[in-house]
């Protein structure tokens, strides 16, 4: 018995309420005089979609199919007589005479209610079994033809009976007793049912069994067999009952707040499962619909069913379930043996990069190359390419271009400031908070594993005491090993060598030199005052426009200015603090535009100054009027630059004194040049005592600048020379290299942005070594118009090019 004896009870006293003279708990005698009544042979048949009605028994019944409204409209207003069977398919809506169990209840209306919610509910009292013949009508509802049944008799005053009644009695008291859902008021209604006949009717319709087996027992004419039926049936709850009890008992004896927990979860686990199943079924179910598109390998299938396997398994409170799901979701979400189709349109590829980049010829023709072979070969390893430079030259601009025109996805990684080993290979998952490297994280965003994967400022890249992350990108970084790329949450290997890693860096001496080796380099050199003015008109100013809202007929800008803004407002190789400027230029115009002011369409000269300020004129060569100035040639971080080598002799006892915050290297530098014109003063025709007598002082400017290497040494040899011989030196000359002790000059790096920055200071020769021809022979001619270069081996080759026999006038 379930909570029908709960609502059982309920609908009785309603009964009782709404008709104080129905009386439901009925007699004997009652029940005979019901039995022996005379009823319609023809009754509209009234079907019950979830219940039973047996004699004698009182339910109400909400009618909400529109059939079932208009039987019991018509019935009410007659005799109040209808049919009432249960359908053998509970969710079939509108049930035909087949559909139809053959025995039924003749029953009687006792009350229609009509309920808010526009429903009606009709009480209804059973009266006697009949068997259904054949219909009479089907529409508007049903009506048949039926023949009344009668029960078989048996004497309930003998011994047998007294025992089977009181057994049931007892049985059905003891379920409401131990059943939690059943009200202790129940009981009273069983007590005071004094005809046995109606006890089992009674019990019948309010026990804990389905339609079906309810059925059963009402088709059932004898009735110590019904009996029989009846007490099996309670036996058996009984027992039920007393199980779940004793198992109850048990539980609550040991249970503990995480069991208690667990057991509502349980509780909430079977509600879901009636709503539609479990979370947790959801999630291994939906896992396994994704798992079916992958393409991946029998290694990687087979780890991940094993790892699903797992999960079926975990209970989904605990936090090693979510650990396990994200770890399932990563395997799912990887690119395994997905790759983008490439394009081999070389025009197009060639087009886009022109487009996007103004110059870098040497980067575009490497790039054209590698799609060749891609185009001929159909299939190769990614080259690890490094492109190198000053800030601001285009080189992570350049990965984006790469990708469009390869029809490649486009990812970028930026490693500035990242020390931890973690960071690139990923934490082992059995640590809380672990995720997955930013390699394998950038590959699941690209959704493809063959992107174009940008490794921004390579040469950034820390180390602390959580490993060293350049040491990890060597396996990431070279071609022969990152086909099996291990990452240490995935657990398994990757394939990175259809990724083309590009990586970029502003200075080579800050990779780890086995890093650098795996990569191939490419250097990106600054641009030329007429490269950036291109660029300016190309690319800065129509950007700029467009992102300030307004067109190009309200800004233009002519060449000279265009040229003044570059030489004069700029200081770098590359175009990020041009494209500053000019995005000021065009928010003053904006202004201009929004406060209906006056303005010239065409920024002149004064323009800039009125806009910008005054601009900082470039450092340029000065004269050669006073002994001892000699023009050097310097790499910065922003490009080339020019820098002044001043010395000076004054009476002492041979002291050397630097200054201009140099570094070791150039102190260094500066002691091996006056060395090396002591042990060779023959050349310049002077005495050792003037040495000896003389103090001696070394000065770069601009003495906030921290200053090192050994480019100039030769600049260092010459000024000294010039000081001690008070002979000047050359005009718009200026020189780099390094200096040995034995005499030779060694050659340098950063020659282009040497060259750039002395045609921006108006030199007219440079000394170099004689190693460095090939780089000059790399650079455009166009860089190289105006310049002669002198190529030497010694030292006294770079005094006799760089000091005349002229004497400077003394102040």
């Given at each position: 018995m379930n909570d029908f004896f709960d609502k059982a009870l309920i609908?009785?006293?309603?009964?009782?309420?709404?008709?104080?003279?129905?009386?439901?708990?009925?007699?004997?005698?009652?029940?005979?005089?019901?039995n022996n009544a005379s009823y319609p042979e023809i009754l509209p048949i009234l079907p019950l979609r979830n219940n039973v009605l047996f004699p004698g028994v009182v339910i109400p019944i909400t009618v909400g199919r529109d059939k079932s409204i208009k039987l019991i409209q018509e019935a009410n207003k007659g005799n109040k007589i209808i049919g009432v069977v249960s359908q053998k398919d509970q969710e079939?809506?509108?049930?035909?005479?087949?559909?139809?169990?053959?025995?039924?209840?003749?029953?009687?209306?006792?009350?229609?209610?009509?309920?808010?919610?526009?429903?009606?509910?009709?009480?209804?009292?059973?009266?006697?079994?009949?068997?259904?013949v054949e219909p009479t009508q089907s529409e508007p509802y049903i009506k048949a033809k039926v023949n009344y049944l009668t029960e078989t008799k048996v004497d309930f005053k003998s011994k047998e009976m007294e025992v089977m009644i009181?057994?049931?009695?007892?049985?059905?008291?003891?379920?409401?007793?131990e059943s939690p859902n059943i009200p202790s008021e129940a009981s009273f209604a069983i007590k005071n049912i004094d005809s046995p006949s109606f006890l089992i009717n009674f019990i019948c319709s309010n026990m804990n069994a389905d339609v079906p087996k309810k059925q059963g027992m009402l088709n059932e004419l004898?009735?110590?067999?019904?009996?029989?039926?009846?007490?099996?049936?309670?036996?058996?709850?009984?027992?039920?009952?007393?199980?779940?009890?004793?198992?109850?008992?048990?539980?609550?004896?040991?249970?503990?707040?995480?069991?208690?927990?667990?057991?509502?979860?349980?509780?909430?686990?079977?509600?879901?499962?009636?709503?539609?199943?479990?979370?947790?079924?959801?999630?291994?179910?939906?896992?396994?619909?994704?798992?079916?598109?992958?393409?991946?390998?029998?290694?990687?299938?087979?780890?991940?069913?094993?790892?699903?396997?797992?999960?079926?398994?975990?209970?989904?409170?605990?936090?090693?379930?979510?650990?396990?799901?994200?770890?399932?979701?990563l395997l799912l979400d990887l690119p395994w043996g997905v790759y983008t189709k490439d394009v081999h349109d070389l025009k197009r590829a060639q087009t886009i990069l022109e487009r996007d980049h103004y110059g870098l010829a040497k980067v575009k023709e490497r790039i054209l190359e590698y799609l060749s072979v891609l185009k001929l070969k159909g299939n190769?390893?990614?080259?690890?390419?490094?492109?190198?430079?000053?800030?601001?030259v285009g080189k992570t601009s350049l990965?984006?271009?790469i990708a469009e025109a390869m029809g490649r996805k486009y990812v970028r990684m930026s490693l500035g400031g990242v020390h931890d080993e973690s960071e690139i290979r990923g934490h082992r998952k059995t640590y809380i908070g672990a995720m997955p490297g930013r390699i394998v994280q950038n590959l699941k965003k690209a959704e493809a594993a063959n992107p174009v994967f940008v490794l921004d400022e390579v040469d950034k890249l820390g180390r602390s005491n959580h490993g060293d992350p350049s040491s990890a990108l060597l396996e990431v970084?070279?071609?022969?090993?990152?086909?099996?790329?291990?990452?240490?949450?995935?657990?398994?290997?990757?394939?990175?060598?259809?990724?083309?890693?590009?990586?970029?860096?502003?200075?080579?001496?800050?990779?780890?030199?086995p890093l650098r080796d795996r990569m191939e380099l490419i250097e990106v050199n600054g641009y030329t005052i007429e490269e950036k003015i291109e660029i300016a008109k190309r690319h800065l100013f129509p950007k700029q426009i467009a992102e300030h809202g307004i067109t190009k007929k309200d800004i233009s800008i002519d060449k000279k200015a265009l040229e003044r803004l570059v030489e004069e407002y700029t200081n770098e190789s590359g175009v990020r603090g041009l494209d500053k400027m000019v995005a000021k230029l065009v928010r003053n115009r904006a202004r201009q535009i929004a406060m209906e002011e006056a303005y010239e369409v065409k920024i002149s000269e004064a323009d800039l100054k009125q806009v910008l300020g005054p601009g900082r004129s470039k450092t340029k060569y000065g004269n050669n009027d006073v002994a001892?100035?000699?023009?050097?040639?310097?790499?910065?971080?922003?490009?080339?630059?020019?820098?002044?080598?001043?010395?000076?002799?004054?009476?002492?006892?041979?002291?050397?004194?630097?200054?201009?915050?140099?570094?070791?290297?150039?102190?260094?530098?500066?002691?091996?040049?006056?060395?090396?014109?002591?042990?060779?003063?023959?050349?310049?025709?002077?005495?050792?005592?003037?040495?000896?007598?003389?103090?001696?002082h070394i000065h770069v400017p601009e003495g906030a600048t921290p200053k090192d290497g050994p480019s100039a040494g030769i600049t260092m040899l010459t000024a000294l020379a010039s000081s001690f011989t008070q002979r000047k030196v050359k005009k718009n000359i200026a020189m780099t290299g390094e200096i040995t002790l034995r005499g030779e000059v060694l050659p340098v790096g950063g020659i282009k942005e040497k060259i750039l920055a002395a045609k921006r200071a108006k030199i007219k020769e440079i000394i170099l070594c004689e190693k460095n021809r090939q780089d000059i022979e790399e650079i455009e001619q166009e860089y190289l118009k105006g310049l002669t270069f002198h190529f030497v081996t010694e030292m006294k080759e770079v005094l006799d090019i760089a000091l005349t026999q002229e004497k400077a006038k003394k102040n």
């Open positions: 609908q009785l006293t309603d009964a009782l309420e709404t008709d104080a003279e129905f009386i439901p708990l009925i007699t004997a005698e009652e029940e005979e005089t019901m079939e809506e509108s049930p035909e005479f087949n559909d139809l169990n053959t025995i039924g209840t003749v029953a009687q209306i006792v009350r229609l209610l009509k309920m808010p919610d526009g429903s009606s509910t009709v009480i209804i009292q059973g009266k006697r079994r009949f068997e259904l009181t057994s049931i009695k007892d049985l059905s008291l003891q379920i409401i007793q004898d009735t110590k067999k019904r009996i029989m039926l009846v007490l099996e049936h309670l036996n058996l709850e009984v027992q039920m009952l007393q199980m779940r009890n004793e198992i109850q008992s048990k539980v609550r004896k040991d249970m503990d707040r995480q069991q208690r927990e667990y057991f509502l979860h349980q509780q909430i686990r079977t509600i879901q499962d009636e709503l539609g199943g479990s979370p947790h079924e959801m999630d291994v179910e939906e896992l396994q619909d994704r798992s079916r598109k992958k393409k991946w390998d029998d290694k990687t299938e087979k780890l991940f069913f094993k790892e699903l396997d797992k999960l079926k398994r975990m209970n989904p409170q605990g936090a090693e379930y979510t650990v396990q799901l994200n770890y399932l979701d190769m390893k990614a080259p690890i390419l490094c492109f190198y430079g000053p800030p601001g990965g984006k271009s970084l070279d071609p022969e090993q990152n086909s099996s790329f291990y990452d240490n949450y995935v657990e398994t290997e990757f394939d990175l060598s259809k990724v083309m890693f590009i990586a970029t860096a502003n200075s080579l001496s800050e990779i780890q030199g001892g100035v000699v023009t050097g040639l310097a790499w910065t971080s922003v490009g080339g630059d020019i820098l002044f080598i001043e010395s000076s002799i004054t009476q002492g006892k041979g002291k050397l004194t630097l200054t201009g915050n140099l570094g070791d290297v150039m102190k260094e530098s500066a002691v091996i040049a006056l060395e090396f014109l002591k042990a060779h003063s023959h050349w310049l025709d002077l005495q050792q005592d003037v040495f000896d007598n003389s103090n001696v």
